[in-house]
């Protein structure tokens, strides 16, 4: 291997230009050339890239957001994107591809390693945190920390006035932002799509709140639950018991900012591992952290095997919500 490539593909978070730094300056390390390729695979296709020096990633390892864009290129799920960014590849003399992004760009990664013969790695980075194979994703420490913050803020406000915050945080179709930070948080009830929701239940645990003496709660609402977003929930809520209440949802705020530490380390080391296995001729995997040890995985774990959450989080955040 003389040549690899690397990408930021699908939603962004914080941590990616710590990988990104890992990449480049392990790779430099290694006598490798490391090209970037700008947006994700639309870059790759439209044959948007640029030669990386070490002096390209000075002073990147603390800040949001990808040097290199990313982009959500649904022209890259057809064959004729895919040729498009094969020729590119091989034009280029490129030997292997690095992707990081969440599981859809694994997908994509999976393709190019099996369709089309290109070596690939990829490193799992989405606050979502739903990708098999790895403890944690890059970003979902990061996004925890952000909503943990709006959350702490919203608890000023809703004690001051005695009012219900519901407060809708991201995920997709999981909860691991809502159960992580809401238990940091000592909220008063948290809904993923992981667990059921019922209302009912959670408008007696209200009530039983108030009668004990509490004049304010937070719920906190993963985007996927099944019983509605934040608004439809606090409109279910209100209707049957009557509570003031506000809603916050704090959306793309948990994709941006300074990476925390725990981001920074998992990124650096990930990034470094990949180039290693890349190196060693390993292709068509994922690099994870599990148990504190660096893992790989086969890139298809990604959207096979659906990451499991820990409800007994979820059942400890109820006994301490008092
Ligand atoms: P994430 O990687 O954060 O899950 P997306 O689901 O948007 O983000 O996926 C990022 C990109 O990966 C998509 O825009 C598309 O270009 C590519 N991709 C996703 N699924 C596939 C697929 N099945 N085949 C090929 N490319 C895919
Ligand atoms: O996958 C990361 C994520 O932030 C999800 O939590 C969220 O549902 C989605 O991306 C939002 O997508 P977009 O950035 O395209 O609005």
Known sequence: MEKLAVLTSGGDCPGLNACIRAVV???????????GVRRGFAGLMERDILN?????????????????????????????????????VKSLGIQGLIVIGGDGSFRGAYTLDKDWDIPTIGIPATIDNDITGSDFAIGFASAVNTA?????????????????????????????IALWAGLAGGVEDILIPERKTDLDEVCQKLEKGRQEGKTSSIIVVAEGDEAGDAFEIGNKIKKKIG???????????????SPVALDRILATRLGSAAVDFLMEGQRGKMVGLVSDKIKIFPLEYAWKKKKEIDLGFYHLSQILAG
Not at 243 to 254: A, D, K, N, P, T
């Open 25 to 35: 300056r392990k790779s430099i390390h290694e006598g490798l050339k490391v090209v």
């Open 52 to 88: 990386l020096e070490s002096s390209s990633v000075s002073g990147v390892i603390h800040q949001g957001g990808t040097i290199l864009r990313t982009a959500r290129s649904p022209l890259f799920k057809t064959k004729e994107g895919q040729k498009k960014a094969f020729e590119t």
């Open 148 to 176: 943990l913050e709006g959350i702490d803020r919203i608890r000023d406000t809703a004690t001051s006035h005695d009012r219900l915050f519901i407060v809708e945080v991201m995920g997709r179709a999981s909860g691991f």
């Open 243 to 257: 509570y003031e209440i506000r809603v916050v949802v704090l959306g793309h705020l948990q994709r941006g900012g």
